[in-house]
Nanobody, 115 residues
């Protein structure tokens, strides 16, 4: 059974930082491309960042320079370090694992940026 479990979401003030984690089980983690997506209220889900199996990264323009995605294959975990958070970063953040036609999602972790 494949499971992706996100954690680390919280309420944080503008300018603050959070680190999200996504622990994977039931997949050969190291050969999967892993990504973080987010969905704000009333909006479509959007890509935030992706890290491929060979450690290539890509970011949405809105988070470049503020967010960093990384992975630890020994721990089957992908991380999203979020700095200089803005109110517009408020959303539910989802972890995704993808390889060929297979795509798996976590249930999400909420991030609220507000003073």
């Amino acid at each position: 059974q494949v499971q992706l479990v996100e954690s680390g979401g919280d309420l944080v003030q503008p300018g603050g930082s959070l680190r999200l984690s996504c622990a994977a089980s039931g997949i050969s983690f190291s050969i999967y491309d892993m990504g973080w997506y987010r969905q704000a209220p009333g909006k479509q889900r959007e890509l935030v960042a992706i890290i491929t199996r060979d450690q290539t990264t890509n970011y949405a323009d809105s988070v470049k320079g503020r967010f960093t995605i990384s992975r630890d294959n020994a721990k089957n975990t992908v991380y999203l370090q979020m700095n200089s958070l803005k109110p517009e970063d408020t959303a539910v953040y989802y972890c995704n694992g993808r390889r060929l036609i297979a795509s798996y999602w976590g249930k999400g972790t909420p991030v609220t940026v507000s003073s």
